[in-house]
């Protein structure tokens, strides 16, 4: 077209206006081409990339799924807390004991397995109308991690050191627990992890449930350890006082009658 139009416009008997070869040369320009094509689907493409990113990764299989039945509420403050502290200062990697009610889960490091398997948990029984809380802590303290969730909006957290979700409609949901960056790069991390639900299914009752209840996470029994002092062994100091204040007493005025006995006799002599 332009070869056409600089032979047409150049030549002496041109009847093209200048603006109607602008318009044309314009639309001509806006027809798709080849180019223009495979950049819209390259477009498209990542379009599509970033609406997957956005959605869940979970990704079980049935070797490293396990199903949790939420504990009772009333369970919540059931505990002993001597009895928690000792099975906390005893807990190791696949102990089948609980603390606080929070089981142990351990993450493996990425090549722990030809493939890349991530602990996950499905909700098991009815728990239609009840509130449902989740809680989750690394154990020993420090190490980051990860969750995510089949549940519709459920955006994956990361870097996550106390974990909490409570909210209902999760009949079924899994939590799939994995490590954050090099969290566990080169060892396994332990998360204790619970669900809890609430008694009541009356949406009046437990509107607020989430925020009332018991949510004590297992380092709370480190930090509220009390600290016994030794018993003092030393002698009492109210006795030690009254011994000897008499004797002080005595001292102290024989002391004073010596510095003020000659200043007292130069004032008459």
């Not at 960056?181 to 080169?186: A, P, T, V």
């Not at 204790?192 to 609430?198: A, G, L, R, Y």
């Amino acid at each position: 077209f332009k070869q056409w139009y600089q032979r047409r416009v150049r030549g002496p008997q041109s009847s093209v206006s200048l603006t109607s070869v602008l318009i044309y040369n314009h639309t001509f320009d806006q027809i798709p081409t080849q180019d223009s094509m495979l950049r819209l689907a390259i477009v498209i493409v990542l379009l599509g990339f970033l609406c997957i990113s956005d959605a869940s990764t979970v990704d079980c299989i049935t070797a490293n799924t396990s199903s949790i039945t939420p504990a009772a509420e009333d369970d919540q403050d059931d505990y002993v807390f001597e009895d928690e502290l000792a099975k906390l200062k005893s807990i190791y990697s696949g102990s089948t004991e609980t603390v606080l009610g929070y089981k142990y889960v351990t993450i493996h490091p990425v090549n722990y397995n030809e493939i890349e398997v991530n602990p996950c948990w499905t909700v098991q029984g009815s728990v239609t109308g009840h509130k449902v809380m989740l809680v989750a802590q690394p154990y020993p303290l420090g190490e980051g991690f990860c969750v995510d969730s089949d549940i519709d909006g459920f955006s994956q957290l990361c870097n996550v050191n106390e974990f909490k979700y409570c909210d209902d409609g999760v009949d079924g949901a899994t939590f799939q627990f994995s490590c954050y960056q090099q969290s566990c790069e080169k060892q396994s991390i332990n998360i204790f992890v619970k669900m809890v639900k609430s008694d009541s299914d009356d949406a009046g009752e437990i509107e607020y449930w989430c925020d009332s209840t018991n949510d004590t996470y297992p380092s709370s029994l480190i930090r509220s350890k009390p600290e016994v002092q030794p018993a003092y062994e030393g002698e009492d100091p109210s006795q030690t006082k009254e011994k000897y204040d008499s004797g002080d007493l005595a001292t102290k005025v024989s002391l004073l009658a010596l510095i003020l006995g000659p200043l007292f006799l130069s004032l008459f002599f």
